[in-house]
T-cell receptor, first 112, second 114 residues
C-alpha cells in the first residue's frame, strides 16, 4: 500500500524566514514524488517533481530514500508563498499505478 | 493552451438520485483521472481512464463509475447518491500512459447532497 504523511496541518512563518514542509511516504517500489500547491481561489497546480531536480519559485525538494522523505524547502519565505501544499506519490512506471496518493496537506501562512 | 475543464461547477442533488460530472482534458492528453476531496478525508483517487479504457480504480463502491469518450473527455457517474458523497470532485489529465507524466487538474465540481 502507498501512503503519504504530512505531519503539519498548519505552518506559520514570517517573511524572510526559512520554511520546510515535511513529507514522508511509504511505498514498496520506486515511487515518483510530487509537490502540488493550491493558492487561494486557484486550482491545484504542480509545483515540482523529484525527477526534475529543479527549483521552482525558490522551492527545492530532495528525495531521501533512506528516510523515505521528500521535504519541501525554501530559504526565504515570501508572503505570496501562502497556500495549501500537498505532497503526492505515484507508483512505478510501466504498470497501472500512475494514480496519485496525496497527503492531507499543509497550510502555509507567511506573515509580513 | 486551455487547461482541464470540468462541468458543472456546482451540482445539488438529493439522496438516491444520480449525478453526472464531466471533464475535458488538455489537448493531446489521453489519460483522465478522477479524485474525490471530501471534508476531513483529503484527496482520494477514484478512477483512471486512458485511451478509452478503465486502467485503475480506487477503493470506492461500484455505484461510482465512468467512461472515457473517443475524444478523451470523460464522465463520472455516481448512482444512488448518499449524504457522504458530498465533496469536491477533481479531474486531472496527463500524457500517454506509458510514461509517467505529471497530472494537471481542473477546478472541480462541487457535489452537494441534500
Amino acid at each position: 500500500a502507498q501512503r503519504v504523511t504530512q505531519p503539519e496541518k498548519l505552518l506559520s512563518v514570517f517573511k524572510g524566514a526559512p520554511v520546510e514542509l515535511k513529507c514522508n511516504y511509504s511505498y514498496s517500489g520506486s515511487p515518483e514524488l510530487f509537490w502540488y500547491v493550491q493558492y487561494s481561489r486557484q486550482r491545484l497546480q504542480l509545483l515540482l517533481r523529484h525527477i526534475s531536480r529543479e527549483s521552482i519559485k525558490g522551492f527545492t525538494a530532495d528525495l531521501n530514500k533512506g528516510e523515505t522523505s521528500f521535504h519541501l524547502k525554501k530559504p526565504f519565505a515570501q508572503e505570496e508563498d501562502s497556500a495549501m501544499y500537498y505532497c503526492a506519490l505515484s507508483g512505478d512506471s510501466g504498470g497501472s499505478n500512475y494514480k496519485l496518493t496525496f497527503g492531507k496537506g499543509t497550510l502555509l501562512t507567511v506573515n509580513p | 493552451e486551455a487547461g482541464v475543464t470540468q462541468s458543472p461547477t456546482h451540482l445539488i442533488k438529493t439522496r438516491g438520485q444520480q449525478a453526472t460530472l464531466r471533464c475535458s482534458p488538455i489537448s493531446g492528453h489521453t489519460s483522465v483521472y478522477w479524485y474525490q476531496q471530501a471534508l476531513g478525508l483529503g484527496l482520494q483517487f477514484l478512477l483512471w481512464y486512458d485511451e478509452g479504457e478503465e486502467r485503475n480504480r480506487g477503493n470506492f463502491p461500484p455505484r461510482f463509475s465512468g467512461r472515457q469518450f473517443p475524444n478523451y473527455s470523460s464522465e463520472l457517474n455516481v448512482n444512488a447518491l448518499e449524504l457522504e458523497d458530498s465533496a469536491l470532485y477533481l479531474c486531472a489529465s496527463s500524457g500517454r500512459r506509458r510514461s509517467n507524466q505529471p497530472q494537471h487538474f481542473g477546478d472541480g465540481t462541487r457535489l452537494s447532497i441534500l
